[in-house]
């Protein structure tokens, strides 16, 4: 049986809080425990809230709010997160290693390699279903490559190439994936570790400042956003197809929509919405000041966070909706929580056909 009615939206912020809100305008549990900045959020396929902070700790949380077991093993800042399809999850911190976490929060492995602070990661995967492992990028210029085989992750290749810091990493529909940094350039890489040798080799150039984030397309193209202020559109091939103007300032966060178009954040406080073929559809103000995190909704509904320290909903073409306000400072990122169904030992879940979408700030 489908559940329609427990949708939610999940921030998390400087306030060390995370919140849940309610698709119809109301207010879910507010999940205190942690004791500085909680920086990202995820929900696992058990329907598990996880959120991991800055004071070092990963918490996990039922959805009803109540707190789960708390995870200390990590000796720095905890700054990324992810669900994987096996009902895992996996983490990285500033203390330069991914640790994996079975999903009652029990450690499964410690991934170690990086010199310096995982900045980034992404559950790579064969066309969105089977999981063939994680890519991982980092303060050290390199991105590592774990390997998901008969349960267990192992040390892949090392990728060099970049000269700076790798801030995003994203899987893409096929056996590949991209990775920015504060290079200003994009890298376009084969699940194999090797570059990919296409016609514009494996350095997407273009942009004129650092990478702050990347987004697949529905329509297997990828885009990058950058301090810029401008969002390139790249096709399969790694050629560039598009280059979108209008944000007056970086260009910090973005999610694609089902229709193959783009919603856009930035730093100007607004958010830009552009059609499939790259035409600027609308322009959604109301922020009092940066976006940080934008996701679109099962719905076609969008969810924008700011650092004014709001939640905003807007329908699906763009007009305002509901604006959830408690916490008092920026709200680093959000994570939806999907329509659930019934099992049959009378648990709830999330429905198989929705996966978990993260965002974070760099």
Same mark, same amino acid.
């Given at each position: 049986?489908?559940?329609?009615?427990?949708?939610?939206?999940?921030?998390?912020?400087?306030?060390? &809080?995370?919140?849940?809100?309610?698709?119809?305008?109301? /207010?879910?549990?507010?999940?205190?425990?942690?004791?500085?900045?909680?920086?990202?959020?995820?929900?696992? /396929?058990?329907?598990?809230?996880?959120?991991?902070? &800055?004071?070092?700790?990963?918490?996990?949380?039922?959805?009803?709010?109540?707190?789960? $077991?708390?995870?200390?093993?990590?000796?720095?800042?905890?700054?990324?997160?992810?669900?994987?399809?096996?009902?895992?999850?996996?983490?990285?911190?500033?203390?330069?290693?991914?640790?994996?976490?079975?999903?009652?929060?029990?450690?499964?492995?410690?991934?170690?390699?990086?010199?310096?602070?995982?900045?980034?990661?992404?559950?790579?995967?064969?066309?969105?279903?089977?999981? /063939?492992?994680?890519?991982?990028?980092?303060?050290?210029?390199?991105?590592?490559?774990?390997?998901?085989?008969?349960?267990?992750?192992?040390?892949?290749?090392?990728?060099?190439?970049?000269?700076?810091?790798?801030?995003?990493?994203?899987?893409?529909?096929?056996?590949?994936?991209?990775?920015?940094?504060?290079?200003?350039?994009?890298?376009?890489?084969?699940?194999?570790?090797?570059?990919?040798?296409?016609?514009?080799?494996?350095?997407?150039?273009?942009?004129?400042?650092?990478?702050?984030?990347?987004?697949?397309?529905?329509?297997?193209?990828?885009?990058?956003?950058?301090?810029?202020?401008?969002?390139?559109?790249?096709?399969?091939?790694? &050629?560039?197809?598009?280059?979108?103007?209008?944000?007056?300032?970086?260009?910090?966060?973005?999610?694609?929509?089902?229709?193959?178009?783009?919603?856009?954040?930035?730093?100007?406080? /607004?958010?830009?919405?552009?059609?499939?073929?790259?035409?600027?559809?609308?322009?959604?103000?109301?922020?009092?000041?940066?976006?940080?995190?934008?996701?679109?909704? $099962?719905?076609?509904?969008?969810?924008?966070?700011?650092?004014?320290?709001?939640?905003?909903?807007?329908?699906?073409?763009?007009?305002?909706?509901?604006?959830?306000?408690?916490?008092?400072?920026?709200?680093?990122?959000?994570?939806?929580? $999907?329509?659930?169904?019934?099992?049959?030992?009378?648990?709830?879940?999330?429905?198989?056909?929705?996966?978990?979408?993260? &965002?974070?700030?760099?």
């Amino acid at each position: 049986m489908v559940i329609r009615a427990d949708r939610r939206i999940i921030s998390a912020a400087v306030d060390s &809080t995370v919140r849940q809100w309610n698709c119809d305008g109301s /207010t879910g549990p507010v999940l205190y425990g942690h004791r500085d900045s909680v920086r990202c959020v995820t929900v696992l /396929t058990s329907g598990d809230i996880v959120s991991a902070s &800055t004071d070092g700790s990963i918490r996990m949380w039922k959805m009803d709010g109540s707190a789960g $077991p708390v995870l200390s093993l990590h000796t720095d800042w905890v700054w990324c997160l992810a669900a994987l399809p096996d009902g895992q999850f996996i983490s990285g911190s500033y203390d330069g290693t991914l640790r994996v976490w079975h999903k009652d929060g029990s450690a499964s492995a410690t991934l170690c390699g990086h010199t310096d602070r995982v900045q980034c990661l992404s559950v790579l995967s064969l066309h969105g279903k089977q999981m /063939t492992g994680v890519v991982s990028g980092s303060a050290d210029h390199t991105v590592r490559m774990w390997k998901f085989v008969n349960g267990n992750f192992s040390e892949g290749p090392v990728l060099q190439g970049h000269s700076e810091r790798v801030t995003c990493v994203l899987g893409l529909h096929d056996l590949r994936f991209v990775s920015g940094g504060d290079d200003a350039v994009v890298r376009l890489w084969n699940q194999d570790g090797s570059e990919w040798d296409g016609s514009s080799g494996p350095v997407l150039s273009g942009h004129a400042d650092r990478i702050t984030c990347l987004a697949v397309l529905s329509d297997s193209r990828f885009a990058s956003g950058s301090v810029d202020c401008t969002v390139h559109l790249w096709n399969q091939d790694g &050629t560039l197809s598009q280059v979108l103007r209008g944000h007056t300032d970086w260009v910090w966060c973005m999610a694609a929509d089902a229709d193959g178009g783009l919603i856009t954040g930035s730093i100007d406080n /607004t958010l830009r919405m552009w059609a499939k073929d790259g035409t600027a559809m609308k322009v959604l103000a109301g922020h009092q000041g940066s976006v940080a995190a934008v996701i679109v909704l $099962p719905d076609g509904r969008i969810a924008s966070s700011s650092h004014d320290g709001t939640v905003r909903m807007w329908e699906a073409d763009g007009s305002r909706g509901f604006v959830f306000r408690g916490h008092p400072d920026l709200v680093h990122c959000l994570c939806a929580i $999907p329509i659930c169904e019934e099992t049959g030992d009378n648990t709830m879940r999330p429905a198989t056909s929705w996966s978990p979408v993260l &965002t974070h700030m760099l």
